[in-house]
């Protein structure tokens, strides 16, 4: 009686009145009486055996994946083998590279195919399409000592192209692939750096994003060939015919670079992304676009962009041994006495306070201003020379030659320095508010051949609204 009384306590209800189906039903079950330390413990055991079954479908699936894996693997290899296995059989069986005549087709008046090359290009082209980079490696490394895709002199072409061969990715770093006809084939972000490309033809050949840092490229056919945001840092690419070649976005290359190597760049694509006969300068008057203060000038013969142009500078010249005339808008001035960490200090603020500044320079020797003035905006002009080299001068902005950086655009590629053997003249002229620095700059036994070159632009220069 006395339990019945504290149930009753615990649970009023109206008289006569029977608890709700649900209340019955969970007080039925024992749970409703659960301390939260039982809770805990019942949840508990009901967790394990459900991390238990996950564990289980987790181990379960990666070894399913690692048996995928390795079959994938073995089919690799088999498809590896069974290619080299056909192609061995076409050429000591089928005789490829001297097939019978009878089975020869032509084409037209220059050129003519067999049966045994068609099939064999068949299976290459088939075949790489299935296989993965280091495979498609194997089976390119097949065929050069094969001797079946080089330009062979008696032929004057491969016994069989590869056009539209699947070859991206593939690791032929430092492969002697020299002379061999890739023409029309993909190896878009293949690695061939330090391989040996030398009168190679690679005709229309997709190279974007491969790296050919180190390539020996020299007389390479590159007509047509996409080497957009490839990386060509130490490649030689003496003699390579890069006419209607894509270089944009192309690492470790300059035009210059280019101009010195290349047979022809002939509408060809830079790597700033311009054709590089709209890159040269034709002879007549240009306005900027971009540059603050917008100006006018005229150029005759000779002269091209050295750099696109940017809000705060252009930059011209007339070759990678000729003289520079450039352009800019400072922002920042280097700290002559701590070049070492790049510091920079607010540009002086006019003409006065920038000749007062290279003056006072230590590892620069100057002479004594002069009045002058362009396209009506008065100024002075400061001949200036390599006197010393810092200490740690930054080699990230100078190159394997030392130099004295001075001063800055918006970026670090915008930086003016006078270097060894140089001679510069530097005119500062206000106009309109702004401090406008001109850099007459070659080497010093070509300035004087120079200048007066130099001169003719600066004395066409308009300044707008001046």
């Known amino acids: 009686m006395v339990a019945m009384a504290e149930s009753r306590s615990k649970h009023p209800q109206e008289p006569g009145k029977r608890p709700p189906l649900r209340s019955r039903l969970w007080a039925w079950t024992g749970f409703a009486d659960k301390s939260l330390w039982e809770w805990v413990q019942l949840l508990s055991s009901l967790a394990i055996p459900f991390v238990l079954a996950i564990a289980g479908f987790w181990f379960t699936d990666q070894q399913n994946k690692s ?33 019978d005549p009878g089975g020869v087709f032509k084409i037209d008046a220059h050129h003519k195919v067999n049966k045994a090359e068609i099939i064999a290009r068949a299976r290459t082209v088939t075949v790489l399409r299935r296989l993965d980079p280091n495979r498609k490696a194997q089976v390119l490394q097949f065929l050069v000592e094969a001797a079946l895709v080089q330009n062979l002199p008696e ?9 539209g061969a699947d070859l991206r990715e593939a690791p032929l770093s430092s ?37 050919l ?27 390579a015919d890069l ?26 694509t830079i790597p700033n992304g311009q054709k590089y006969e709209d890159w040269l300068l034709p002879a007549g008057k240009y306005g900027t676009y971009k540059f603050e203060p917008v100006f006018y000038f005229e150029v005759g013969e000779d002269w091209r962009f050295a750099r696109p142009e940017t809000p705060d500078q252009v930059f011209i010249d007339t070759g990678p041994e000729g003289g520079q005339l450039i352009f800019t808008n400072p922002r920042h001035a280097y700290d002559p006495s701590n070049l070492s960490e790049l510091k920079e200090l607010p540009e002086p603020e006019n003409a006065a306070a920038w000749v007062s500044w290279f003056q006072s320079h230590p590892n620069l020797d100057t002479s004594k201003p002069v009045p002058v003035s362009v396209g009506g905006a008065s100024g002075k002009r400061i001949d200036v020379t390599y006197a010393s080299t810092p200490e740690d001068y930054p080699q990230d902005v100078c190159g394997e030659q030392p130099c004295v950086p001075l001063y800055t655009g918006s970026t670090s590629e915008s930086t003016i320095a006078n270097y060894d053997g140089s001679k510069d003249w530097f005119i500062i002229v206000d106009v309109g508010g702004e401090t ?29 609204g001046g």
Not at 181 to 209: F, T
Not at 213 to 236: P, Q, R, V
Not at 245 to 257: M, Q, R, Y
Request: proline share 2%; charged share 25%; glycine share 4%.
């Open 67 to 99: 048996a995928r894996e390795i079959e994938e693997q073995r089919a690799q290899e088999a498809t590896l083998q069974a290619y080299l296995d056909q192609m061995s059989t076409l050429v000591l069986e089928k005789n490829l590279h001297n097939p």
């Open 155 to 163: 032929r004057g072409r491969p016994v069989m192209r590869l056009v």
């Open 175 to 211: 492969y002697d692939l020299h002379v061999i006809n890739l023409d029309g084939a993909d190896l878009s972000k293949a690695d061939l750096h330090n391989a040996n490309l030398r009168g190679a033809s690679l005709n229309s050949i997709d190279l974007s994003n491969a790296n």
């Open 213 to 239: 840092n180190g390539a020996d490229l020299t007389w390479a056919d590159l007509t047509w060939a996409d080497l957009s945001e490839a990386d060509l840092s130490g490649a030689d690419l003496s003699g």
């Open 243 to 268: 006419s209607e070649a894509d270089l944009s976005g192309a690492k470790g290359i300059t035009v210059e670079k280019l101009e010195q190597q290349a047979y022809s760049l002939q509408s060809a």
């Open 436 to 464: 406008v620095l001109i850099d007459v700059a070659a080497p010093a036994d070509r300035f004087d051949e120079f200048l007066p070159k130099a001169k003719k632009v600066l004395d066409s220069v308009e300044w707008k």
